[in-house]
């Protein structure tokens, strides 16, 4: 301050004499960062304080000094949701049976890049088809526990935690968990978010719906379903979304039967919802799942053109 030095405002368009520093900056040991006064700190503070991030080895995109948290900060967000902070990995005891996955660095399933591209659909004995009806109970069960917390207020790594120690409870290994470095037990995907959603520190909020996907692996088996819930008082634009959606997974469901093709399940989805003026999501599909999380047969859910 008195090292009789002229300093000029710093902030953009200002020419200025200034005398005042930025407090954090002289904390910081950061050289400079003068201002003529208040009003030109404050309008300057924004872009300002990305300095203040640096020094302290943060990086300005993630988390900044006014707690927003964005880890794709170049993203363009479709609506009001952002991500929120997650909390560390949950373990999984030792003692529980885990797919190849599970302790790979990388979260390769090397069985199921084994049958990539091969779309030959494998057909289980009755012994096989028990196994996978224990692991759906277990999952349902794991299910039933998340459905039970939800409600405005409720984070979603809240629902993931009561999803992870309830398959552990019953001697499951929660098949998302570091399923290509996947960091959570269950996705949770809410509003605008398509499936896969990543469970976080976001409370839920009142009118949100919030889909809850829950794969468990049990004695070699994987079992997968998932429902959308609805959160406080859900507006009926967003009842319909859901009440249409669960019809065209019905009207699906009864014209499966052996002899009928694939592409007939998506011939029938997207007339259900268009005639209600909807469309289908084509960057998904339904999935064949046994002993491999995912592998043939791919179900669209939109017509074959």
Not at 143 to 155: F, K
Not at 193 to 199: E, L, R, S, W
Not at 209 to 238: A, K, M, P, W
Not at 243 to 264: D, F, H, N, Q, W
């Amino acid at each position: 301050m008195g090292d009789g030095v002229r300093h000029l405002c710093e902030t953009v368009d200002c020419k200025k004499e200034a005398r005042l520093q930025c407090p954090t900056c002289l904390k910081l040991g950061i050289v400079g960062s003068y201002f003529c006064d208040q009003e030109c700190f404050k309008k300057s503070w924004k872009s300002h304080k990305i300095i203040h991030s640096l020094a302290k080895g943060e990086d300005p995109n993630n988390s900044t000094a006014n707690g927003v948290f964005n880890p794709w900060p170049n993203f363009s967000y479709t609506g009001k949701l952002r991500p929120a902070k997650q909390t560390p990995k949950r373990e999984v005891p030792s003692h529980i049976p885990r797919p190849d996955y599970a302790d790979h660095p990388l979260g390769r399933s090397l069985a199921e890049e084994g049958f990539r591209g091969n779309t030959t659909i494998k057909v289980l004995d009755d012994e096989e088809i028990e196994a996978m009806r224990v692991s759906c109970r277990l999952g349902r069960l794991c299910l039933d526990a998340a459905a039970a917390a939800i409600e405005v207020g409720v984070t979603t790594d809240e629902i993931d935690r009561i999803v992870h120690e309830t398959a552990i409870e019953n001697d499951c290994y929660p098949s998302p968990l570091n399923y290509y470095n996947f960091p959570k037990s269950c996705c949770t995907s809410v509003n605008e978010v398509i499936c896969h959603g990543i469970p976080d520190m976001r409370p839920l909020e009142d009118g949100d719906i919030c889909n809850v996907d829950v794969t468990v692996y049990h004695r070699g088996f994987h079992g997968d379903l998932n429902e959308t819930f609805f959160v406080g008082n859900v507006s009926d634009q967003h009842k319909n979304l859901v009440k249409i959606t669960y019809e065209s997974l019905c009207k699906a469901i009864e014209i499966v039967r052996p002899g009928e093709k694939y592409r007939e399940i998506g011939n029938v989805i997207q007339k259900y919802v268009q005639s209600h003026g909807y469309s289908v999501v084509k960057s998904y599909c339904g999935h064949g799942i046994h002993r491999l999380f995912h592998t043939a047969p791919n179900v669209p859910h939109y017509a074959k053109v």
